[in-house]
């Protein structure tokens, strides 16, 4: 519901002209409520000149999209690049702006309230993610620098400074631009504030560089993830040489640990990478996939003297006595998002599995159990352990082994859950030829009747339908989640993955010619 003051801001801002104009005898308190009705009509001019001219002293793109009095729809969630673009450029002109600099008042600019969703309603359809944001940002700070160090005009800008947050999101291809932009961070008028760091496809090298140059202090999340080779020799040396006191979030590469190989000095290592994260005071948040943790994760976890509240140990290889530290430690009471994929939960150790969801009941919201040889046999006990997960808003169970029948039988208790509102199925076992084993490869994952999957689809949204869940939203992406950092690196990340089995290639070449 628009009320009549965004009304009739919507109809000052779609007259461009006439917006620009008037700018000047606008009062200041109407400036947010101009930007969010240009935002939501991509009215980019408009939205540049309220930037160049911004007279309060935040601007907070969460607070200025998400829900407010005069129009609730959060439009956070909405990277439109016009938009975003002349948001960026309008801040870079309010430094170049002829005014007095004793009359800027701006001293904050906060871009981490920016969300990147799969499907965007911009009309233009074209999307500014974290990566083109930070790659954006770095650029306008270079070339606003090199301008004012050009020319006489405007001296008094050297005397702003402005601090810009953002989520920065480098890789291989935008690594030097982000570099040069930190380290003339001092010098310009817009600094780089970073409270999110993530790395994708950076040599290691590279990684420990520049995470020292982003100011370590102010990091509140840090991912490492695809093609950073980060094992945890190197974990411990990030660790020892630069502290995090606000870091919250702390996602690791795959396979950064790997107890099959582990010796004395290994189990050392362990014990003081541990501490070491039990010294992050803020930490609530750990992803560490893929790794290989048999029977180590009490050491890795029992320093923590914050509890976690989202936990993703998935394809950990678990033991029971790992489980039974998860299900009697106290972060089992706080934790809100658990990710055991990769786990035959149902065989292995069932009881202490239920006895971890039934302490983390109360605050759970999101659960992933993907590819955890759930059965039909299992679905009774299954929504034995889920029943008291009442606050469960995201429930995710693909590549599970399970007939239709199942499903449907699942679906029904899905419905009693209140707070639910996604859930990812997997295609049913009836689906696929008889003969298919678990988990599926990649090469046979669509190999299924599609039409007979579409029947059982509409079959189990019906069921949502009949018990007026029209809010959960059902779906088998059948490759995974929808990643945006992925979505927006994937030709780079590709490129990558073909270099390393050219070079891998190339050195099994060179093995063979030398033996023979």
Not at 75 to 101: A, I, K, Q
Request: aromatic content about 8%; proline content about 4%; glycine content about 4%.
């Amino acid at each position: 519901m628009k009320s009549l003051r965004f009304i009739s801001a919507e109809v000052l801002v779609s007259n461009a002209e006439l917006a620009r104009r008037s700018l000047g005898s606008v009062a200041h308190n109407l400036f947010p409520l101009l930007f969010k009705a240009s935002y939501l009509l991509e009215r980019g001019e408009v939205i540049h000149d309220l930037v160049e001219n911004w007279p309060l002293a935040d601007f907070n793109m969460g607070e200025l999209l998400g829900t407010t009095v005069d129009y609730q729809e959060d439009l956070s969630r909405r990277t439109c690049s016009v938009c975003l673009e002349s948001c960026l450029t309008g801040l870079r002109d309010y430094v170049l702006h002829h005014p007095s600099p004793y009359m800027k008042r701006l001293k904050v600019v906060d871009l981490t309230g920016i969300k990147d969703v799969e499907v965007q309603f911009c009309e233009c359809k074209k999307t500014m993610g974290r990566w083109a944001r930070t790659q954006l940002l770095s650029k306008l700070c270079l070339e606003l620098l090199a301008y004012l160090q050009q020319t006489e005009r405007n001296p008094g800008a050297f005397g702003i400074s402005i601090d810009v947050l953002i989520d920065l999101f480098v890789t291989e291809r935008n690594y030097e631009l982000v570099v040069q932009a930190l380290l003339k961070k001092c010098c310009c008028p817009l600094k780089i504030c970073c409270v999110a760091f993530r790395s994708d496809n950076l040599a290691l090298q590279k990684f420990f560089y520049i995470i020292k140059l982003t100011d370590p202090s102010l990091l509140r999340k840090l991912e490492i993830v695809h093609n950073v080779r980060l094992e945890m020799e190197h974990l411990e040396i990030l660790f020892n040489s630069i502290r995090f006191p606000l870091l919250m979030s702390l996602t690791l590469p795959a396979r950064t640990f790997n107890v099959r190989r582990f010796t004395a000095a290994d189990e050392r290592m362990l014990a003081n990478v541990g501490a070491k994260m039990g010294e992050m005071t803020q930490l609530t948040e750990l992803s560490v996939p893929f790794s290989v943790l048999t029977g180590r994760i009490q050491k890795l976890l029992s320093p923590l003297k914050t509890p976690l509240k989202v936990l993703d140990v998935s394809n950990c290889l678990l033991n029971h006595d790992d489980m039974a530290y998860l299900a009697n430690s106290f972060h089992a009471h706080h934790l809100e998002a658990l990710d055991l994929s990769g786990h035959n939960i149902t065989d292995l150790y069932p009881s202490t599995f239920f006895k971890l969801l039934s302490h983390s009941s109360s605050a759970l919201r999101s659960l992933t159990l993907e590819d955890c040889n759930i059965q039909d046999t299992h679905v009774n006990m299954l929504i034995l352990g889920l029943s008291p997960c009442q606050k469960l808003e995201e429930f995710k169970f693909l590549g599970n082994p399970l007939s239709s029948q199942a499903l449907k039988h699942l679906f029904t208790f899905l419905c009693e859950l209140p707070m639910l509102k996604n859930v990812e199925f997997p295609v049913p076992r009836d689906c696929y030829p008889i003969g298919i084993t678990y988990p599926i490869d990649d090469a046979s994952v669509c190999r299924f009747d599609h039409q007979k999957y579409q029947s059982v689809a509409e079959e189990l949204n019906l069921i949502l339908l009949q018990a007026n869940r029209e809010d959960v939203k059902a779906s088998t992406p059948l490759f995974g989640s929808y990643d945006a950092a992925v979505q927006e690196t994937n030709n780079e990340l590709g490129a990558y993955l073909i270099k390393s089995f050219k070079e891998t290639l190339e050195k099994f070449t060179t093995s063979l010619n030398n033996m023979s």
